[in-house]
DNA sequence: TGCTTATATAAGCAGGTGCGCATACTCTCG
DNA sequence: CGAGAGTATGCGCACCTGCTTATATAAGCA
């Protein structure tokens, strides 16, 4: 059994999710985004979808001669899980508001990254 | 630079992460847990801290001739950050999300391409 | 049917990475 | 100062993992 995080490990397969995680996406298009940006074969992309298949990562339905793979959250949400002690970290005493930093997280995405003190109501 | 899942992908790097959620721990210290759970020297122990504190998952303070190591919690906010896309699998409105998926996504296809984190309640 | 497209599998090889062993620092204390 | 704990580093090796090439399977099309 493989953990989630061996499977993340690899750059290839996390660009693979990263495609996914707007929808559904055939093999064939995956592979031709992920072979541009990392200058490997059809088959070495193949291999990294079954691993991601085998994984629970992934999910494959076949549409005619087409694979269409779409993202299986479970396993991601394990890793979300395994982040559960450190998140205090840096939502400090934001625990509270944890329930409001899900309803506009928006407001984030423009803070400034370096910063540690993050923004404050 | 190595990504911060490359330095997660190991299961000693990971047990020692989490053995420093609680905070302070000295070097000797994570090395008897570790050395006893995985068997594996203390050199190894210390090569595997070298290597979290290179990523900066992890700061060493020196007392006397002890290490102290802590928790950077930065590496693990950019892991969080990267399941940001994926957590509206699991966080919000799943029962919602599972019904517009298991009916067919296709309708969306033409609709909204991008659906982050659109609706509010 | 046979050719083509789409994708997966098999086999083999190369580079990286984690490990043990041996050893080098570096504090502290007697 | 010298001994000894506590920790880090250098080196060499075995193994694992991802890559390529070659090929198999399966559906669509002429």
Redesign the pocket.
């Known amino acids: 059994m493989?953990h989630a995080f061996?499977?993340l490990?690899?750059?290839?397969?996390r660009r693979i999710l990263e495609l996914l995680a707007d929808g559904e996406r055939?093999?064939?298009?995956l592979?031709a985004v992920v072979q541009a940006e990392?200058?490997?074969?059809?088959?070495?992309?193949?291999?990294?979808?079954?691993?991601l298949?085998d994984a629970g990562f992934a999910t494959?339905r076949?549409?005619?001669?087409?694979?269409?793979?779409a993202v299986d959250a479970e396993p991601l949400r394990q890793v979300d899980e395994w982040l559960d002690p450190y998140r205090h970290f840096w939502n400090q005493r934001l625990d509270a508001l944890a329930t409001e930093l899900a309803r506009g997280k928006r407001e984030r995405r423009g803070a400034a990254p370096t910063t540690k003190g993050t923004d404050t109501p």
Chains 1, 2 share one sequence.
Do not use: K, M
């Open positions: 493989v061996d499977i490990g690899d750059p290839v397969r055939a093999a064939g298009d592979g990392f200058g490997i074969s059809q088959p070495a992309v193949s291999q990294h979808l079954r691993v298949r494959v076949a549409e005619g001669t087409r694979r269409l793979y």
